[in-house]
């Protein structure tokens, strides 16, 4: 095993694949004996959790071995590019707990890049053409049957100098004209079949204004824009493998001394889960979903405000790990890691979502009563709390049937339960509205049972959690599914799933009108919920479910 070389201490922790290049790096002395590495989104959408893997990885390089991160927004693209889309990206990746070492923009290396075109002309490898785009993909060839030359590629240098500058001052229209690199339009990789590397278009861009109307493309930039920042390691997904071969011509070809390492491994893919931004925005654009931050979207803002944390999604990344080959992980894992997050932070409470009322005909109707709970019965240091107790409460509706089956170890006529933390009670008499809607039920108490004191050993075989009449809050509850269904042979559209969420009025225990957004709470028997962050007030009490309490992942995987 290849042992960490940080600090100067060796860490028992297996190393990936990219960490073992970077230690050999280190070893070496090779990149200046340095780790530079950064995360180049577009603002063109919001960010996914399939982009907190790259984050966290290029993050966590730099941070492992005494680097820097930067954060660069790749804006060579002014039609689909905006500051909304630059401050949310900003803002997720500070979530994420990742803050970078430098700030940097795409279109602050628009006159440098300008000027590694023209260099790559100078020696004549790159050339203006006249080719339609339609005509492009026609001599482009196919992935059995080479290329043919454009008819413009063999122009002077002089010639593509003056139609570059040309095209730069604005004097075509979009589209009439494009730069190309002159590579070789047999290659056996599509890619370096003479690629486009400038294209025109007439448009304000976010950052630069209408200085511009020649921008760049991804595969010739990047790769500079990593030279010039003084990148050591590009980490980036596995599509771009096939991209490498121009990453390092464009380097070589641009003269760069110290030439950045593209690394590619795999991308986090989720079962039931759209990892594509362009198919994101149709959602939002269409209506499909409230908008990016939507509790059901994948977008780390989604899942922010569904209750997820940054915690989590680290221990989703860390689990499903860093490999070469790319794989689909079940999003139950996802669900997992935020139980085990929240399981040992997050306050127990009593919510019930279809309340039935309850009175206990036996009890005082003048008496009250506060029951000492334990708020976390896995984290004893968050103390206990005290909640109401009187005549008449609210259980769940489900907890209740007239003529159960066997084992139903709820309340039925006649049955007894435990409440939980309280008493344990008898069902007596089921009073029913005129349409045979069940609307309360009357039981009797034994005022022996308190739980906590003498006497109360008495067991039955069913506890349920409740709510007090008297003191209890209204609450909205929204429950959420799966946004897509999982039948993968059909198209994302097709496979949306009509019941991804519902909306329940809810009984609530009095303590929740404390709660601040963004806060976590285990609805006792229900799941996860999270107070809603932008909806929560204290008059106005909505929650998010986060995930059920079933473990699905955990009890699949038990060793």
Known sequence: MVKSIRGGTALDKKLNFIEEIVEEDLREGRKGGKVHTRFPPEPNGYLHIGHAKAILLNHGLAKKYGGEFNLRFDDTNPVKEDTEYVEAEKADILWLGCPWDHLYFASDYFDKLYAYAQLLIRKGKAYVCDLSADEIREYRGTLTEPGKNSPYR????EENLGLFERMKNGEFPDGARVLRAKIDMASPNMNMRDPLIYRIVHATHHNAGDKWCVYPLYDFAHPLEDAVEGITHSCCSLEFENHRPLYDWVIRECEIEIPPQQIEFARLNLTRTIMSKRFLKRLVDEGVVEGWDDPRMPTLVGLRRRGYTPESIRMLCEKAGVAKANSVVDIALLEHCIREDLSGKAPRVMAVLHPVKVVLTNYPEDKHELLPVENNPEAPEMGTREVAFSRELYIEAEDFMEDPPKKFFRLRPGGEVRLKGAYIIKCEEVLKDANGRI???????DPTSKSGEPGSERKVK???????????LDATVRLYDYLLDEDESKDYMERLNP???????AKVEASLAKAQPE????FLRQGYFVADRHLFTAGNLVFNRIVGLRDSWAKANKK
């Open 519 to 522: 806060q976590s709470f285990q």
């Open 462 to 472: 069913g506890t349920l959690h409740w709510v007090d009449a008297s003191t209890a």
């Open 499 to 505: 019941d991804s969420v519902s909306i329940v009025q």
């Open 439 to 445: 609307v309360e039920l009357r039981c009797t108490y």
């Open 154 to 157: 063999d122009r002077s240098v």
